[in-house]
């Protein structure tokens, strides 16, 4: 059974920067796709972005093109974002998440994280 702890989160002026770590037990994550998706208050889950465990990383675009980027530290079993030119709409509370075959799906995932909360003020 593989558990997902996030960390990083906290409270961030707009254009600051946030990286958020998800560490692994119970499994390794190199061989899963590593997803992270957000929450916002009153909104359904977002999709932000997955790594393959080849390597392959997905984005989604539209909200977070250029500014966040995912990557894994294998040895450390660890997935990080990186968030940069954060604004007041990424707000929510960030889940990392782990699955044989997951895409932009949130329901193609197999294990999730507690979540952790960012909050950009304006």
């Known amino acids: 059974q593989v558990q997902l702890v996030e960390s990083g989160g906290g409270l961030v002026q707009a254009g600051g920067s946030l990286r958020l770590s998800c560490a692994a037990s119970?499994?390794?994550?190199?061989?899963?796709?590593m997803g992270w998706f957000r929450q916002a208050p009153g909104k359904e889950r977002e999709f932000v972005v997955r790594i393959s465990r080849f390597g392959g990383i997905t984005t989604n675009s539209d909200s977070v093109k250029g500014r966040f980027t995912i990557s894994r530290d294998n040895a450390k079993n660890t997935v990080y974002l990186q968030m940069n030119s954060l604004k007041p709409e990424d707000t929510g509370v960030y889940y990392c998440?782990?699955?044989?075959?997951?895409?932009?799906?949130?329901?193609?995932?197999?294990?999730w994280g507690q979540g952790t909360q960012v909050t950009v003020s304006s």
């Open positions: 998440a782990a699955g044989n075959s997951a895409n932009r799906d949130p329901g193609s995932y197999d294990y």
């Open positions: 119970g499994g390794t994550l190199s061989t899963y796709n």
